[in-house]
């Protein structure tokens, strides 16, 4: 019997770096996979490739040793060097049938992210399963494997407060934005154009925020991002002469002394007397002390969300009880629909089978008693065995599904 397994490299035991060099890109997945299931007994299989894990999900009468797992690497032809094919094996984790399928489910729903409750896994396993599926790499079980996937990760996502709280710092600041309730046409600059300032300008301009000037020290990055955000760049030392008013300063450098001190702030102020939001998310600040102090401001710096993140985060982890008990009932549940899905399989043939037997017998064992009868006899004789039929065909499914309640 074909059991399933998970071949699974991820951040709890390889870094990041590393891990890269296992990610498959999409033009050559189908002929990697193609030659897992032609050298290998794999019948069913689908790949996880993400920034923290690559998986390889399948259905195999192999027992998943280090041999087989060896064969699984070199088969799929990753060109590794000696040295990280031994790294790779000394830290794989394989998981078999119901412990793969716990991985499997425990996973889209997030309790083996890097950031537990971070929905976007579950849309991350869901593509790559319909990637592989529609590449026809995978059949019947695993698309039972993947309803239940989803049914439980919306359960875990919906009856728990796992993924309720934000605890990225980026989207905890544009939370605080947000309860400021500024308009759309407001004001914002952008000082830094690296990977927390593009987050945070993304979630703006999703929510109709339109008025950006980016200032970065290569002109170059600050232009992509004004070009994805239809804003205006600028060189980091233009921001000495911008007076063109702001509402709003998001800030995050990597500079090592505060890029805003009073003299720039007064400056990019230009007379203008209101309150103003800045968005402090460098560490160390951007922005000096004074300029809050001595200015009427909404300052949301990255110290005080990191410790909201850090309750968050708490919070997640008092959740974990509530998900594992989730995942429990749909592994218990699914194993009985499982096997009532094998028995289905397995009596797909009973409808014909009777068939056969009842044309045999009208046909064929029976047939000269049946040509000395009547009209109105054969007339009966036909829907006695039509109902005969219908009825030998329900019955053993019926028998098959009481046994496997009373066994549940």
Same mark, same amino acid.
């Given at each position: 019997?074909?059991?399933?397994?998970?071949?699974?490299?991820?951040?709890?035991?390889?870094?990041?770096?590393?891990?890269?060099?296992?990610?498959?890109?999409?033009? *050559? %997945?189908?002929? /990697?996979?193609?030659?897992?299931?032609?050298?290998?007994?794999? !019948?069913?299989?689908?790949? $996880? +490739?993400?920034?923290?894990?690559?998986?390889?999900?399948?259905?195999?009468?192999?027992?998943?040793?280090?041999?087989?797992?060896?064969?699984?690497?070199?088969?799929?032809?990753?060109?590794?060097?000696?040295?990280?094919?031994?790294?790779?094996?000394?830290?794989?984790?394989?998981?078999?049938?119901?412990?793969?399928?716990?991985?499997?489910?425990?996973?889209?729903?997030?309790?083996?992210?890097?950031?537990?409750?971070?929905?976007?896994?579950?849309?991350?396993?869901?593509?790559?399963?319909?990637?592989?599926?529609?590449?026809?790499?995978?059949?019947?079980?695993?698309?039972?494997?993947?309803?239940?996937?989803?049914?439980?990760?919306?359960?875990?996502?919906?009856?728990?407060?796992?993924?309720?709280?934000?605890?990225?710092?980026? *989207? %905890?600041?544009? /939370?605080?934005?947000?309860?400021?309730?500024?308009?759309?046409? !407001?004001?914002?600059?952008? $000082? +830094?154009?690296?990977?927390?300032?593009?987050?945070?300008?993304?979630?703006?301009?999703?929510?109709?925020?339109s008025n950006f000037s980016i200032f970065n020290r290569t002109l170059s990055k600050a232009e992509t991002l004004a070009g994805e955000l239809n804003g205006k760049a600028y060189h980091l030392e233009a921001l000495e002469n911008f007076t063109e008013g702001f509402d709003v300063i998001i800030t995050c450098t990597g500079s090592t002394d505060a890029i805003i001190n009073e003299a720039l702030y007064a400056k990019l102020l230009n007379g203008d007397t209101g309150k103003k939001v800045i968005v402090d998310l460098a560490i160390p600040n951007d922005v000096a002390p004074a300029v809050i102090h001595n200015n009427p401001v909404h300052y949301i710096e990255v110290e005080s969300l990191k410790e909201v993140a850090r309750k968050n985060i708490q919070e997640r982890y008092s959740e974990l009880v509530h998900a594992e008990e989730i995942i429990s009932n749909n592994i218990a549940e699914f194993f009985t629909v499982l096997k009532q899905r094998r028995i289905e399989l397995a009596m797909q043939d009973v409808p014909r089978k009777i068939k056969e037997i009842k044309n045999t017998a009208l046909n064929g064992v029976f047939a000269d008693e049946i040509s000395q009868m009547d009209e109105a006899s054969r007339e009966v004789l036909e829907r006695v065995m039509n109902y005969m039929e219908k009825k030998c065909i329900s019955v053993p499914m019926i028998m098959a599904k009481e046994i496997l309640v009373k066994e549940s």
């Open positions: 019997m074909e059991y399933l397994k998970v071949i699974a490299f991820t951040h709890h035991h390889i870094d990041l770096k590393s891990l890269g060099k296992l990610v498959i890109c999409d033009q *050559s %997945l189908d002929s /990697r996979l193609k030659n897992i299931q032609t050298e290998l007994p794999v !019948s069913e299989i689908f790949y $996880i +490739g993400t920034c923290n894990r690559v998986e390889f999900v399948f259905l195999t009468k192999e027992k998943t040793d280090k041999e087989f797992v060896t064969r699984f690497l070199t088969v799929l032809d990753m060109g590794l060097p000696p040295e990280f094919m031994e790294r790779f094996l000394d830290n794989v984790t394989v998981y078999e049938n119901e412990e793969a399928f716990n991985h499997l489910l425990r996973t889209s729903c997030s309790l083996e992210s890097l950031v537990v409750g971070e929905k976007e896994i579950l849309a991350q396993i869901r593509k790559a399963y319909e990637n592989c599926r529609d590449a026809g790499f995978t059949g019947d079980y695993m698309r039972m494997i993947m309803e239940r996937v989803v049914k439980t990760a919306k359960e875990v996502y919906t009856h728990t407060n796992i993924s309720k709280n934000p605890v990225s710092v980026v *989207s %905890l600041a544009y /939370r605080k934005l947000k309860e400021l309730n500024m308009c759309g046409n !407001s004001r914002v600059l952008i $000082i +830094g154009a690296g990977e927390t300032n593009q987050n945070i300008a993304k979630y703006l301009n999703k929510h109709k925020y």
